[in-house]
């Protein structure tokens, strides 16, 4: 299998930590690509139509893309590990997709300031984001901590994701400020080894 991807993208920090998880890391080529919402890397685009990563090149079927269908597949593949069965199952996927929403407001900021020209950035746009951000880590604070604080799963995997990231880009926002058992449990949880070895490179 092949997997294009690029270091920095916290979709793809799932899939790497996912991989690590379930020991199936050497089954994958990585391909580093650069693609961007206003300029697609060609070889990226041949793969997925919306030229994004992660993408996963599959040797029995079209290619695989989206990070939850990349996670749900290879977790499928080692036997159901970070994804439960039963009950459990729904939480853990509700968890992901409050992950993902905060990495979509976050990099949707990320994007309003580094790729917008400075004279038509709209700085209610960004806070609109950040409400969102804001809104989603005050509920995984009181309403999801005994998940947080139970046996590993994708979901545990892809909030601590999700606020690494934005960590990395937009810390000054401070998102622990009255989120005290979320932070508590991150501080915790990001000391992992496979959150260590994946932490993005600076830029």
């Not at 990585?30 to 693609?35: E, R």
């Not at 401070?174 to 949880?189: H, P, V, Y």
Request: glycine share 6%.
């Amino acid at each position: 299998m092949k997997l294009y991807y690029a270091p920095t993208s916290p979709y793809v920090r799932k899939v790497m930590i996912l991989l690590e998880e379930t020991g199936q890391r050497d089954d994958v080529e990585l391909i580093n690509v650069a693609t961007t919402p206003v300029a697609a890397d060609p070889s990226l685009l041949a793969k997925n139509p919306l030229a994004k990563v992660p993408a996963l090149e599959r040797p029995d079927g079209p290619t695989l893309y989206d990070s939850r269908v990349i996670t749900a597949y290879l977790d499928a593949r080692a036997g159901d590990k970070l994804y439960p069965t039963g009950p459990r199952r729904w939480d853990t996927l509700t968890l992901e997709a409050t992950a993902d929403g905060i990495l979509d407001a976050a990099l949707l900021m990320t994007y309003e300031t580094r790729l917008r020209p400075e004279d038509k950035q709209m700085p209610e746009w960004v806070d609109g984001q950040w409400d969102k951000i804001a809104r989603s880590v005050a509920a995984l604070n009181t309403r999801w901590m005994s998940h947080l604080q139970g046996p590993l799963d994708m979901g545990q995997v892809a909030v601590a994701c999700a606020l690494a990231y934005v960590d990395f880009r937009h810390d000054a926002w401070g998102w622990r400020q009255g989120n005290d058992g979320l932070a508590a449990w991150f501080k915790e949880f990001e000391s992992r080894e496979w959150m260590q070895s994946t932490v993005p490179p600076a830029g």
